[in-house]
């Protein structure tokens, strides 16, 4: 029997890997000039070393009155041929640009007014202005280098895991805050790497959240087929077995939209009152009636 059902369907552009690349190094550079920005807007006038190479240029700056962008070179450029040597090409090219790009956007944003001395609304809005070019720079397949490199070598050669690694040059970056420049600034710095933590991964997966269900049903076979065509959803059927009887089920998983949450459970209950329904989030769905690229 044919399928007469009519599904929503995104037609795929085909995007020339020309294109592809033009629209990588245009967030690279957008990205950078955003972190540029924010940095010299609420960071540096603050003293906000919220960790990585940006902060440390900060500190750099109050203790030996150097410009941030000269450290940040000086950091970034050992920093990309010892990945190049170490890490391979491969790795140490997509730091490449974005290890130049962002103390050259830093150095020509220099001296930029700042809005505010409030130190608390300097880390939370500094941090999601740098969360927002970051996160755009890692759309575009970029690096800033710095602290980035020196976390991949550390985890190379010691089996620290990644996250960790980062969070430790981070941390130490922070804690010279605390006696450089005060504790109480270091606090706040703490609050503005959170902040762009946080911006980072809304960047990365945007504001539309999906809910993914597994129901288990007597009637599996209607609850199926009223998804397929009354919800227009595709799903999948697994295979599952009961704790304490052992009894073989079926596990139907479905992943809908947040405005169709409603429309399904309305669908089960009709159909099987008795139905175990379990809806949790997901960040981030690619595939046919969702996003179609990463």
Request: net charge positive.
């Amino acid at each position: 029997m044919a399928d007469s059902r009519v599904r929503r369907r995104k037609s795929r552009v085909q995007v020339s890997p020309r294109t592809q690349l033009a629209w990588q190094i245009a967030q690279l550079l957008i990205g950078s000039a955003i972190v540029a920005v924010s940095f010299n807007m609420f960071m540096v006038p603050n003293g906000i070393a919220s960790g990585g190479v940006s902060g440390l240029s900060i500190l750099v700056q109050r203790l030996a009155d150097i410009t941030p962008a000269v450290t940040q070179w000086a950091i970034n450029i050992p920093m990309f041929f010892a990945g190049l040597w170490l890490l391979g090409r491969k790795f140490a090219l997509k730091t490449a640009l974005g290890s130049v790009l962002l103390p050259l956007f830093v150095l020509f944003t220099d001296g930029i007014h700042t809005p505010t001395h409030n130190p608390l609304l300097a880390a939370i809005y500094g941090g999601i202005g740098v969360g927002l070019g970051l996160g755009l720079v890692f759309r575009g397949g970029g690096s800033t280098g710095g602290v980035d490199l020196a976390a991949q070598i550390l985890h190379k050669y010691t089996g620290l895991p990644l996250s960790l690694a980062v969070v430790c040059f981070d941390g130490c970056v922070i804690a010279a805050a605390g006696f450089i420049i005060s504790p109480e600034i270091a606090l706040y710095a703490l609050i503005g790497l959170f902040v762009t933590s946080k911006t980072i991964d809304f960047v990365q997966t945007g504001l539309q959240l999906s809910k993914v269900a597994f129901i288990i049903s007597e009637q599996s076979e209607q609850v199926a087929d009223a998804i397929l065509h009354d919800l227009d959803r595709g799903l999948t059927r697994l295979d599952g077995h009961g704790g304490y009887t052992g009894a073989g089920r079926t596990v139907l998983m479905v992943v809908v939209s947040q405005n169709e949450v409603p429309k399904l459970k309305q669908l089960v209950r009709a159909i099987d009152p008795n139905a175990f329904v379990i809806l949790s989030n997901t960040a981030e769905v690619l595939g046919q009636g969702f996003k179609l690229d990463a």
